[in-house]
């Protein structure tokens, strides 16, 4: 194993051993580093690393042993009936669609190892052979760490792509030899040496009423919430939009003290403040602090002071002083967890891409909700009636993505009826990382399959596997400050809850977010869920590169990307000298500030290749 730092500057890791004595090797350089250790029934090292002890629960019985590591409630004593009546890893399937919670589930079955994550890869997965022998982790790092890898160079890549959520190539890690797991599957490491991946999660077909529904997403998020708050005497909060609201205020219904947080934004029209002072006063029982605007550092602030070590790129690294103010409040409040609503955008306000398939089956309803959609964003009606039309799959989709890197980028009036918005390369992207980004598409694009069958799902799923990617970055961030990031939202069973709703009652132009309205009804206080609009956020970010300008520009100056011949630096340079042009999005220069800022972390011995 190479002598690589990571090890060291990470609250928390561990790796996933298989049951064979050819395994040794690899179990000895890790107890070097680890400080946990469980072992295999037949005593051979299983996982190794650094984790919190009460986030570990492990049952035994017989020659099966089945661990749970993360959030969750799950006891030793279930652990042990469930491995009781275990033969085979497949039998645990219904154990892993049960269980509440955000958690790894990893077992130890007769020689045989299974590993799982949770669905929006907010606990992933990854895997790599190490010498003989596959080996998994929560960390592509420490992968690469046991590999003496380097950062490969078309992988990174892609994360300059606006946006960068475009399966099944967003989220690989960027690390030569370290491969992650998708969507729905586990990951076996075989007594016989091999390891392969099994699905054993299916969406929901949306076919719920709300009727039926909303209660059961109440209960979903109830339950996922319960988790975090049972057997504490105190949680913080965030205290904004609907997503948090709801959150909050199911935590205020258990037994722990809820501190809640609202950072009021510079932006003269945000109501962020209005609304949660409105949702205190009919709580009754939740201590709020309101953080003023002046205190909130600004976006681009103290991107050299950056020291966060992650496994990839974090597009969160361009105001990771601006989100720590909160988690930093609350940890000195004496909060060790922080509940936030993070994935409630994703799951609750839907895909318009739904309607697709609802046209084949309710197609009045259907074109009801286009036209409403159209006169709301405003949509080209033309366009909308062309993707409603096109049946083409999904793989033909992504192939035509490869062909349109540097186009144009899509006017403001584009429907999203499709199975996404087609990304771009920013303009200052060399011509090697073009080339290398089309490659990777065109090489995935003919064997392809959809996270869904629907275009809707598959949007919705996309979507939270992006995001979820950086809450785990910001989860480790809030670790370093010893307090725990929790997002219910993103539990298994609350994703099912919400994807398993009929789309013609939770997608609509004309009232916001219906079904989370409906699942929190006598919970949420009634003024509350009046609520429709939201704090985005452009105000700060433009008054951020304004103010950080000079910030930006230094990272122009002997640029990481460039020496890799990813970005043009005086293209770079140019673009972050004068406000951004209308036709480029912010979240192009979020993608390639956070690749740089991530080089720079880099010890210089990881040579990228």
Known sequence: MVDFPVFDEIPGWFVVLPDRAAAAPVGAALRDRAVQEVSHPSGRPWLLGRW??????????????????????????????????TSTVADLDGLAGSMT???????????????????????????????????????????????DAG???????????????????????VWRGVDVLSTGRYLVLGRDGRRRTVTWWTPPEPVVPMAEGAPALREALSAAVEVRVRGRDLVSCDLGGLDSTSVCSLAARGGAGVVAYTADGRDPVGDDVTWARRTVAGLGNVEHHIIPGDRMPMVYEGLRDTRDRFDEPCPAAVDSSRWLVVPRLAAARGSRRH???????????????????????????????????????????????????????????????????????????????????????????????????????????????????????????????????????????????????SAPYYDDRVIEAGLAVRPQDRITPWQYKPLIVEAMRGVVPDESLTRHTKDEGSYEVEAGLREHRAELLALCEESRLARLDLVDPDALREVCSRPLPPTLQFDALFQTVACEVWLRTLETATVAG
Do not use: C, K, N
Request: proline share 8%.
């Open 52 to 85: 919190s002890p009460d986030s570990m629960a492990v049952g035994e019985a017989g020659p099966v042993r089945i661990a749970v590591i993360g959030e969750h409630a799950v006891t030793a004593g279930r652990l042990t009936t469930a491995a009781g009546r």
């Open 101 to 147: 919670g955000s958690f790894h589930l990893a077992a130890s079955v007769a020689g045989d190892v299974r590993i799982q994550g949770t669905l929006t890869g907010l606990r992933p997965v990854f895997h790599a052979d190490v010498g003989d022998v596959s080996v998994a982790s929560d960390r592509a790092d420490v992968l690469a760490g046991l590999l």
């Open 339 to 485: 509940l936030t609503g993070f994935g409630g955008d994703e799951l609750l306000a839907g895909s318009p891409a739904h309607l697709h398939a609802l046209l084949r089956t309710h197609p009045r309803t259907a074109l009801q909700r286009v036209r409403g959609f159209a006169a709301q964003r405003p949509w080209s009606h033309r366009e909308a009636l062309r993707q409603l039309w096109d049946r083409s799959p999904y793989r033909a989709w992504l192939a035509r993505v490869a062909g349109q890197l540097t186009a144009v980028p899509p006017p403001m009036d584009t429907p999203t009826l499709d199975w996404g918005s087609p990304p771009r390369m920013p303009p200052w992207a060399t011509p090697h990382a073009v080339d290398a980004v089309r490659e990777l598409i065109r090489t995935a694009a003919p064997t392809a399959e959809p996270l869904a069958e629907g275009r809707g799902q598959h949007v919705e799923l996309e979507a939270m596997r992006s995001t979820s990617r950086m809450v785990r970055q910001l989860g480790q961030m809030a670790a370093g400050l010893g307090i725990t990031l």
């Open 151 to 173: 950062v490969d160079r078309r992988r990174l890549a892609l994360h300059l792509l606006d946006s960068f959520a475009l399966y099944p190539l967003a989220g690989e890690p």
